[in-house]
């Protein structure tokens, strides 16, 4: 590889710079399973397009008015900038702030979480019950904490219960003894149901040992 070679490989990423900062901050709050490679390339070229189209002319007039230093310009322009509007757009897709905009102009919004299954569990609070049921009718419950986990890859939607509790049609819940986890497979379950352990229900949970 000679010279020239280099340095048009460091021109290709400078320009994909801000689109890849943007979108790996706005990535990082995202749910749900990521975009491949050639998605993800594909993307960071149109961010960056976007961004030194409308948003970077912006910064260097700003720069010159205010006599800021060429590398402090360029490091607010390729680095800085880039990440707070990663964290503005996060922050509005979570809120689903453009969503407004959308019902104004009689768009359907398109929700930003592709799947009720990735939607479901981060909304989950510790104290929650998480009832899975599988093909086969058997049913495992266990508290939501932050040591259970559900998949966000579209591959598999595998469950793991750190704790399991015996959850009984009828009688109180029993957490099994010795404790225990179970890894639950994806195409193994047939529903999956939430349960708030502090509401008013017929059903109660206790700490024991299960006959």
Request: aromatic share 10%; with cysteine.
């Amino acid at each position: 590889m000679n010279f020239s070679d280099v340095n048009a490989v460091k021109d290709m990423l400078a320009l994909l710079a801000p689109g890849f900062i943007i979108l790996m901050v706005q990535e990082a709050h995202k749910v749900g399973p990521r975009d491949s490679l050639q998605q993800r390339l594909f993307s960071y070229a149109v961010a960056s397009t976007a961004y030194f189209a409308a948003i970077a002319p912006i910064v260097r007039h700003a720069g010159e008015v205010l006599s800021v230093p060429v590398l402090w310009a360029q490091v607010a322009e390729y680095a800085v900038l880039p990440a707070i509007l990663g964290v503005i757009l996060a922050v509005c897709r979570s809120r689903r702030w453009l969503d407004r905009i959308s019902r104004l102009l009689k768009l359907p919004p398109i929700h930003h979480i592709p799947t009720a299954w990735d939607w479901a569990f981060p909304l989950q609070r510790s104290g929650v019950f998480v009832i899975a049921t599988l093909e086969n009718g058997d049913r495992f419950a266990g508290p939501w904490s932050p040591a259970a986990f559900a998949s966000s890859t579209s591959g598999e939607r595998d469950l793991y219960i750190p704790e399991v509790w015996d959850a009984k049609e009828q009688g109180p819940w029993e957490r099994f003894e010795p404790k225990r986890a179970i890894l639950l497979c994806g195409k193994d379950i047939k529903t999956i149901e939430f349960f708030n352990a502090g509401e008013s229900n017929d059903e109660e949970t206790t700490s024991g040992t299960t006959l």
